[in-house]
């Protein structure tokens, strides 16, 4: 079942660390999208990713968040030096073209990264 | 901005009961999906809307377009225990190569 892979799964750094997140998206799937979601609300949108590109990055913030979809290996969102108010969950999604009625977002689990 | 507003945010209602929950915008999109999500795990596509005044039957789950669509509506029929979850509405941006934006979700209990 070769569906969105996430990891890991559950993530604790301690303020002012780095975290790594990995997002493996299915196969064949080229587009690559990453969310993020506090408790009690909904996605957010962070960033699209095609394979070494970054096409849309309007809902990240601008220091210490930064992703990448190299053209080999998982796509990756880094947050450094870690805050209290990074602690959410992150989700990736990916689709096999532009996101849209005919492609619509397979998601993973998400990883729940806590910044204690 | 386009914006997605859901209603109600929270719902519990007893096994058996009918319930429907609503995807307003000001905006027009140029489709809109409906997504749930279990405790946990990722959001999971139920349905996609493309044409105004489309329905869409999913067993006890009927999703509609509005007419202009700018909303929609999940009706649950017979709500059951395994209906619980977070329902999200998702809409395509025409105008930004469909990107895909989500509203806050509706939190939906139901009680056996």
């Known amino acids: 079942n070769a569906g969105v892979m996430q990891n890991p799964r559950h993530l604790v750094r301690r303020r002012g660390q780095e975290a790594r997140l990995r997002c493996s998206p299915m196969k064949g799937h080229s587009h690559v999208y990453w969310y993020r979601q506090l408790p009690e609300e909904g996605l957010k949108f962070m960033v699209y990713?095609?394979?070494?590109?970054?096409?849309?990055e309007s809902g990240m913030p601008k220091e210490r968040f930064s992703a990448e979809f190299p053209k080999e290996g998982p796509s990756i969102l880094r947050i450094q030096q870690v805050v209290r108010g990074d602690s959410a969950a992150y989700f990736c999604?990916?689709?096999?073209?532009?996101?849209?009625?005919?492609?619509?977002?397979?998601f993973g689990n998400g990883t729940r990264l806590t910044v204690t | 901005t386009q914006l997605l507003e859901q209603s109600p945010q929270f719902l519990s209602i007893q096994e058996g009961e009918n319930l429907t929950v609503y995807c307003n915008s000001s905006?027009?999109?140029?489709?809109l999906q409906w997504y749930r999500q279990e405790p946990g795990e990722g959001p999971v596509l139920l349905v996609t809307v493309v044409t105004g005044g489309e329905v869409k039957k999913l067993k006890r789950l009927t999703f509609q377009f509005g007419d202009a669509r700018k909303d929609s509506s999940l009706h649950i029929t017979a709500a059951q225990p395994g209906d619980t979850g977070l329902y999200l509405c998702?809409?395509?941006?025409?105008?930004?190569?469909?990107?895909?934006?989500f509203g806050k979700g509706t939190r939906l209990h139901i009680l056996p």
């Open positions: 999604a990916s689709s096999p073209q532009v996101s849209s009625y005919n492609s619509p977002l397979h």
């Open positions: 905006s027009v999109f140029s489709s």
């Open positions: 990713l095609q394979k070494e590109n970054i096409i849309d």
């Open positions: 998702a809409g395509g941006d025409a105008n930004r190569d469909d990107k895909i934006i």
